[in-house]
């Protein structure tokens, strides 16, 4: 399967790697970022793709060593194959402390249930050969424990659900606000509100970004296009702001189903 090189500068690569997946599961890429030795592994992925991933990987890393595994939230698209990853590597795996004693749930053998680590809510740093990338807090953005990476070499903001896009045949994002119908859907449905959209946005201002890489869909990339994208989620309404007037009993139906 093809892969995607993001960024290198000879010490440090970013590669994505591009749908693995196939029949009706939904849509969802697989990140890797390599420096020097040691590499990262985002959001894997269930059971069907893990042997497509795992060898590109091992591709990838050469003689090197996968050192962390990152779980951005508890979807199956992202966690069911972490056993097999447990048990095939020496890696750490990182999620939210709310998921922590969820994930065992996959299928986690108890022998490298130990390696499953807790992501404090304030989000945390891992080091890797002296690269610090950020676990940043994107609570609600869908999951009630959801985090987002920033790493500063490559200045990429792996998103996760966030930028999440369905339905178009790019892998770049051309026109952001021509791309808009391939998002707003599914924001305006699995995003809580606009209140954690507009924290979001001013969380994430700050940063040097150059390119936002959701889990889904295509790439933003590019200062203009990565401010657009931020200005039109502090401005979306979504989740429960358009959802209020559903919160009623539902009335009996005039044609019932039997």
Same mark, same amino acid.
């Given at each position: 399967?093809?892969?995607?090189?993001?960024?290198?500068?000879?010490?440090?690569?970013?590669?994505?790697?591009?749908?693995?997946?196939?029949?009706?599961?939904?849509?969802?890429?697989?990140?890797?970022?390599?420096?020097?030795?040691?590499?990262?592994?985002?959001?894997?992925?269930?059971?069907?793709?893990?042997?497509?991933?795992?060898?590109?990987?091992?591709?990838?890393?050469? $003689?090197?060593?996968? !050192? &962390? %595994?990152?779980?951005?939230?508890?979807?199956?698209?992202?966690? =069911?194959? *972490?056993?097999?990853?447990?048990?095939?590597?020496?890696?750490?795996?990182?999620?939210?402390?709310?998921?922590?004693?969820?994930?065992?749930?996959?299928?986690?053998?108890?022998?490298?249930?130990?390696?499953?680590?807790?992501?404090?809510?304030?989000?945390?740093?891992?080091?890797?050969?002296?690269?610090?990338?950020?676990?940043?807090?994107?609570?609600?953005?869908?999951?009630?424990?959801?985090?987002?990476?920033?790493?500063?070499?490559?200045?990429?903001?792996?998103?996760?659900?966030?930028?999440?896009?369905?339905?178009?045949?790019?892998?770049?994002?051309?026109?952001?606000?021509?791309?808009?119908?391939?998002?707003? $859907?599914?924001?305006? !449905? &699995? %995003?809580?509100?606009?209140?954690?959209?507009?924290?979001?946005? =001013?969380? *994430?201002?700050?940063?040097?970004?150059?390119?936002?890489?959701?889990?889904?869909?295509?790439?933003?990339?590019?200062?203009?296009?990565?401010?657009?994208?931020?200005?039109?989620?502090?401005?979306?309404?979504?989740?429960?702001?358009?959802?209020?007037?559903?919160?009623?009993?539902?009335?009996?139906?005039?044609?019932?189903?039997?």
């Amino acid at each position: 399967m093809s892969s995607t090189v993001l960024f290198d500068d000879g010490n440090h690569k970013n590669i994505l790697l591009e749908d693995f997946g196939t029949g009706t599961a939904v849509q969802a890429n697989q990140h890797l970022i390599i420096h020097d030795d040691e590499g990262m592994i985002l959001d894997p992925g269930g059971h069907k793709i893990f042997n497509k991933v795992a060898a590109t990987i091992t591709d990838w890393l050469g $003689g090197g060593k996968l !050192r &962390y %595994i990152f779980l951005s939230h508890q979807d199956p698209d992202i966690v =069911a194959a *972490i056993n097999a990853w447990l048990m095939t590597t020496e890696a750490d795996a990182y999620v939210s402390v709310l998921w922590e004693r969820f994930i065992p749930h996959f299928g986690v053998d108890k022998f490298v249930v130990n390696r499953l680590k807790p992501i404090p809510d304030e989000g945390m740093i891992l080091e890797m050969n002296g690269v610090s990338l950020s676990l940043i807090p994107a609570h609600f953005l869908h999951s009630c424990g959801n985090f987002q990476v920033y790493d500063p070499v490559s200045k990429i903001l792996y998103s996760g659900d966030l930028g999440a896009s369905f339905g178009m045949d790019y892998i770049d994002v051309p026109d952001f606000y021509a791309h808009i119908q391939y998002i707003a $859907g599914f924001h305006k !449905r &699995y %995003i809580v509100s606009n209140e954690i959209m507009r924290a979001w946005a =001013a969380m *994430i201002r700050p940063l040097d970004i150059e390119i936002i890489a959701p889990q889904h869909g295509a790439l933003i990339k590019g200062r203009k296009m990565v401010t657009q994208f931020i200005d039109w989620c502090e401005n979306l309404e979504c989740g429960f702001n358009l959802m209020k007037g559903l919160y009623k009993l539902p009335e009996k139906s005039k044609n019932p189903i039997s």
